[in-house]
Structure formats: C-alpha cells, structure tokens
C-alpha cells in the first residue's frame, strides 16, 4: 500500500471540518507543499523500518510525508483535536496500521516516547523550539539523530560558532549533544497561514558517547547561562555570581585553561564543561 500526502486543498477542508483557526500561540503555521515535507525527510535522510519521533504533527502534512518512507512514526500533537484526528487522516492516506501513534500531549511535559524512536523530525512550533529541542535531546538518549524547521535565527543561532555574534546560550546547550549545521532553506509560501518570519531546516548528530553525566551538564548549563546573561562583561565578573566572587571565578577559569578576561561568546562547549569540572557549583 503506498502513503500518499496531503495537497493545500484537503488540508484547508480538514481544519474546517475541525473547526481549527491557526493560533499563533500554538504556532500553527501547517505546511501545504508536498515538496517541502519530502525535502525535510530526505534531509534527515529516514530509513524504512526506523522509528521517528514528530513534534506536532498538526492536519499530518509532514507525518505523511515520514510514513511514505516505511518509516514508523510516534507524534506528539498538543492541539486534542488534531491529535484525535490523525489516525484517520493516515488511514485515509494509506498508511498501514500500526505505523502511527498518536500521543495527545504537551511535548514540553512528555517522559516517555512508544517505540523509542531514534529519529526526531519536526516543523517546530516557534515559541517554544529551543526548549522543546533541549527537552527531546536531554529526556530520550536513544534519539540519535534528526531535522527540524524553526524560524531562521534560532536554526542560525543553534548551528552558530564561537565568536559570531548570534553564538549563545542555546548553540552551547546544543552543541552538548553534539554538532548541528543548517540544511536547507524554506519558502514562507509553503505555509498557511503564510508567517512573518523565515525558516530555515537545521539538523544534528548526537555524538557516539556522552560528554558528561546529567550532574555535569546541568553544572555546564547553569554556568553558560550566567556567561551569557551577562555576555559584554569579561568572565571573571560574569560568573562571579556562580562562584562567589570575582575572584573565586577567575581561579576556577584558570585552573580550566580559560583566561578569565575572555567573554561568554568566546568559549566552546568544551571550555564551559573544563569549567564546571574544575569547580563545583556553588550551592
Ligand atoms: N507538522 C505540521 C506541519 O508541518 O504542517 C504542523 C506544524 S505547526 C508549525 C506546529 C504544531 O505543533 C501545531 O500542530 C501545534 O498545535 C503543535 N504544538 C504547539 N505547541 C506544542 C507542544 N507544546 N507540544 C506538542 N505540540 C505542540
């Protein structure tokens, strides 16, 4: 039996059958472009037989597109409307029983995943995709792999190098898990409703061992966090809070090879992981 994908036609029918008007709140801005959901799938390069892992789903125009690969899809859909209503859409679409499920839930909140997928792709909803991403990447260790598409800044900053001025908080935490680089660009015409931003597709590889254990990435993260909040000050005062002072800073970015004059946005994920193991956090 083969998937076929949603057209802009069925998709408008669909969320007026569900009495759905697209929230921003929500961020629902649903793909109508078959091109567009093919070519986020073949960037995450999906493998019949493998187990993906969809943040909302929505009306199921990437879902579909995922299923048409062989791949088994678990999704997790906020909106119970459109959660209660893809199961049929796939059945309507071919898609053989057994290689969806639903899960009607915040994905903010989620612990458990059916199926353990190894493979996260996504339209993200942009106002919560970074913490939706750390959440994934921190909460399920066998995802490995996977392609997201969020709203052009955030794929730079999370994809961004030390030094460059979009590099923050969120492109260490990322890079914790391992390297991320921009895969492709998005017309905003492929949206309904149309958005007022730009997307971009961005994707990563978890690395083969972890870098630390959850005490020294919470350690590592709460330091980054102090480094950027403060990010045109030198290091010494900006995790002078952390340590206890200036100088208690400055020691502990010695002792980890890091010159205490340097700035936030100098530093690799590296240098902040020498930090937190040289000296303990504060408590
Ligand atoms: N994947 C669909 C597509 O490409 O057409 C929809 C993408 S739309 C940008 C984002 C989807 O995420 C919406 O269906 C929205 O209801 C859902 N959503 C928003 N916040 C969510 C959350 N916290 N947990 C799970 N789903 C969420």
Avoid: C
Avoid at 60 to 68: F, P, R, W, Y
Avoid at 152 to 174: C, D, F, H, M, T
Avoid at 179 to 187: A, H, I, K
Wanted: net charge negative.
């Amino acid at each position: 039996m083969t998937v076929s994908l949603l057209g802009a036609t069925e998709i408008r029918r669909l969320a007026a059958e569900l009495d759905v008007t697209p929230t921003k709140k929500l961020g629902q801005n649903f793909v109508v472009d078959a091109n567009t959901v093919r070519k986020i799938v073949q960037a995450a390069s999906v493998r019949p037989g493998e187990r993906v892992v969809e943040i909302g789903p929505g009306l199921g125009s990437l879902t579909l597109a995922i299923l048409e690969t062989g791949a088994a899809v678990t999704a997790v859909e906020i909106d119970h409307r459109l959660a209660a209503r893809l199961p049929q859409t796939a059945a309507e679409h071919g898609v053989p029983d057994g290689a969806l499920t639903v899960v009607d839930a915040d994905a903010m909140r989620v612990t458990e995943l059916p199926g353990e997928p190894t493979v996260l792709v996504a339209n993200l909803p942009y106002n919560v995709s970074v913490p939706v991403l750390l959440h994934f990447l921190e909460t399920f260790p066998a995802l490995e792999r996977g392609v997201v598409m969020v709203q052009a800044e955030v794929a730079e900053r999370l994809a961004a190098k030390p030094g460059s001025k979009i590099y923050g908080a969120p492109s260490v935490k990322a890079a914790w898990y391992g390297p991320w680089r921009l895969t492709g660009n998005v017309s905003r015409q492929v949206f309904w409703p149309v958005p007022n931003v730009d997307s971009l597709l961005v994707g990563f590889h978890r690395d083969a061992d972890p870098r630390g254990d959850e005490i020294e990435r919470r350690r590592t993260f709460e330091i980054v966090d102090a480094a950027f909040n403060q990010r045109r000050k030198m290091l010494r005062q900006a995790l002078s809070g952390v340590f206890g002072g200036s100088a208690a800073a400055s020691e502990a970015l010695e002792a980890a090879g890091v010159a205490p004059t340097a700035r936030g946005e100098d530093l690799t994920v590296d240098d902040y992981h020498r930090i937190a193991r040289v000296a303990p956090v504060a408590a």
